[in-house]
């Protein structure tokens, strides 16, 4: 573990410090460097380069640097790596920022939000106004904002059409204990693998299937491999933004506040355009990939259908639904209090968010 930190740390000094000898310009400007991840192509690192792009046309003193894929890590060693400074700011899953708070698990897991409407509320409540503040006076690390993106997908070689079809399913997990509690609260077995190396766990079996948002899955191909796509709105995507603490109270107020109005730009722009996105990307897996579509849902069903042919949709009963989400509720009012996840009565602060 020791040497793999070592060995990412040198490749970012390295990649780092090979830019910091580009000729000086003649006006002084900040420069951030910004890390996204995720592959070229995809929803994270096209916001990457949207959050530079904004930043040169508003003409601001602080500038961005963007480094595109996993050149520096995975996104845990990334985040890291901005927690130490080596990395001035990472643009991930909300997923990878659980280790700065407990409550944010709950992001992570399943049935825990109503809809999209209600998360959205959640992150606009001065309760995470306060959070923020606080994960950044003690982990030195500041969530500057969040996207809320459409839910995750299961992509799966199986069609699941009822609750029990999860029993005993491989599902790939990050390996944070959130999503691993959450898969095993619908009876599947969360196999943690790697974002980047998915795609071959499922065309040899290692899992039955990956978790995630469409738009960021199609570049990655899992739908060749695993070509149907059920969509339970159990989980959704959420994006964040973090920089270093020391790094942001060196920032100028101008700044921080160009900064920001980028970041809030950049977040609008991602939920609008996931959204839209994610019923073309699904479609396109469709027609790719053989499979089906399967949803609670029977407007998304229909929006599906319009773009890949009503042969292509098929229908997860609510009834069947409603089972899966009472198990994981069940499972995580038992975690309530428990060391290392969400405090007692957290989940009741969630549903009371209108």
């Known amino acids: 573990m020791i040497l793999e930190k070592a060995r990412h740390l040198a490749i970012s000094a390295v990649v780092l410090g090979g830019l910091a000898l580009q000729p000086l310009v003649a006006q002084a400007e900040t420069t951030l460097t910004v890390a996204t991840v995720d592959a070229a192509g995809t929803l994270r690192n096209l916001a990457g380069k949207k959050l530079r792009d904004i930043l040169e046309e508003r003409g601001a003193k602080v500038k961005v640097r963007h480094i595109e894929g996993p050149v520096l890590g995975n996104a845990a060693q990334v985040r890291d790596q901005v927690a130490e400074g080596s990395v001035d700011v990472i643009g991930t899953d909300a997923a990878w920022a659980t280790p700065y708070s407990n409550f944010l698990k709950a992001t992570s897991y399943a049935f825990i939000f109503r809809d999209h409407a209600h998360l959205t509320s959640v992150f606009e409540s001065d309760f995470m106004k306060g959070l923020a503040d606080q994960i950044a006076a003690e982990q030195g690390v500041r969530i500057l904002g969040a996207a809320i993106l459409p839910s995750r997908a299961y992509f799966t070689s199986v069609e699941p059409r009822s609750a029990n079809d999860f029993e005993g399913l491989k599902i790939r997990s990050p390996q944070l204990d959130n999503w691993l509690a959450s898969y095993k609260a619908l009876g599947a077995n969360p196999t943690p693998v790697n974002w980047n190396e998915v795609f071959l766990a499922l065309q040899t079996g290692l899992v039955d299937g990956g978790h995630g948002l469409p738009v960021d899955v199609k570049p990655n191909n899992w ?132």
């Open 223 to 354: 739908h060749m491999a695993a070509p149907n796509i059920t969509d339970l709105e159990d989980m959704f995507a959420v994006h964040v933004w973090m920089i270093n603490e020391g790094r942001w109270q060196a920032l100028s107020e101008q700044e921080q506040a160009d900064l920001q109005h980028a970041v809030n730009e950049v977040n609008a722009w991602m939920a609008e355009s996931a959204s839209k996105q994610n019923i073309e990307a699904i479609a396109q897996m469709l027609k790719e990939g053989e499979g089906s579509y399967i949803s609670h849902s029977a407007a998304k069903r229909e929006a599906v259908a319009a773009l890949a042919g009503a042969e292509k949709v098929a229908e997860f009963p609510n009834a069947e639904r409603e089972k899966l989400r009472e198990m994981a509720l069940a499972a995580a009012r038992k975690m309530e209090g428990q060391t290392g996840w969400w405090d007692e009565g957290v989940l009741d602060q969630i549903q009371a968010v209108k």
